[in-house]
T-cell receptor, first 112, second 115 residues
Framework: KQEVTQIPAALSVPEGENLVLNCSFT??????LQWFRQDPGKGLTSLLL?????REQTSGRLNASLDKSSGRSTLYIAASQPGDSATYLC???????????FGTGTRLTVIP | NAGVTQTPKFQVLKTGQSMTLQCAQD?????MSWYRQDPGMGLRLIHY???????DQGEVPNGYNVSRSTTEDFPLRLLSAAPSQTSVYFC??????????????FGEGSRLTVL
């Protein structure tokens, strides 16, 4: 069964710092990987979707990379802002499956 | 721009009671699904549907029932609530019948407590 791990579980950084969030998965037979943001008491908002044939995706200050062979993805946030404070989750989709396997998330706090 | 709408947002039940969590989307999405989110366990798929009249089980289907009579609605029924079903429930939809070809759009969640 696919296992998705996100380390660390929580991270605090000062405003303006660049940071990297990590996601690892045990089965490399994935179709794609998706990064989500979740604000307290809210649903999930999709940030970036990386197809298995891609190595990275960028949206504004966010850059996500994917290395299927090593079972890793990273989400890079440049010039962090207090508004970036949220929980970030990654999810993978197994080849042939029709559901996402989620990590438990990294709770990010950006300190003004 | 309603997107995915879930009701109720909060609910308290007693053990053995039944209830239905409602989910509606106005994006004409074929794929709809229900997840539960528990501390330390991430989101887990309960049931999903790839179109009206078609449903299938996910990772944790026991104790839940679903139906899909219209494209817009995908209700989740708890048949006999148990404390283990205390969780936050999310409905999600996608324009693609195969979830891996499109992004998922989530509702804001329904927080359920079973006493």
């Amino acid at each position: 069964k696919q296992e998705v791990t996100q380390i660390p579980a929580a991270l605090s950084v000062p405003e303006g710092e660049n940071l990297v969030l990590n996601c690892s998965f045990t089965d490399s037979a994935i179709y794609n990987l998706q990064w989500f943001r979740q604000d307290p008491g809210k649903g999930l908002t999709s940030l970036l979707l990386i197809q298995s044939s891609q190595r990275e995706q960028t949206s504004g200050r966010l850059n996500a990379s994917l290395d299927k062979s090593s079972g890793r993805s990273t989400l890079y946030i440049a010039a962090s802002q207090p508004g970036d404070s949220a929980t970030y989750l990654c999810a993978v989709i197994q080849t042939g499956a029709n559901n996402l396997f989620f990590g438990t998330g990294t709770r990010l706090t950006v300190i003004p | 721009n309603a997107g995915v709408t879930q009701t109720p947002k909060f609910q308290v039940l007693k053990t053995g009671q039944s209830m239905t969590l409602q989910c509606a989307q106005d994006m004409n999405h074929e794929y709809m699904s229900w997840y539960r989110q528990d501390p330390g366990m991430g989101l887990r798929l309960i049931h999903y549907s790839v179109g009206a009249g078609i449903t299938d089980q996910g990772e944790v289907p026991n104790g839940y029932n679903v139906s899909r009579s219209t494209t817009e609605d995908f209700p989740l029924r708890l048949l006999s609530a148990a404390p283990s079903q205390t969780s936050v429930y999310f409905c999600a939809s996608s324009y693609s019948t195969r979830v891996y070809t499109g992004e998922l759009f989530f509702g804001e969640g329904s927080r359920l407590t079973v006493l």
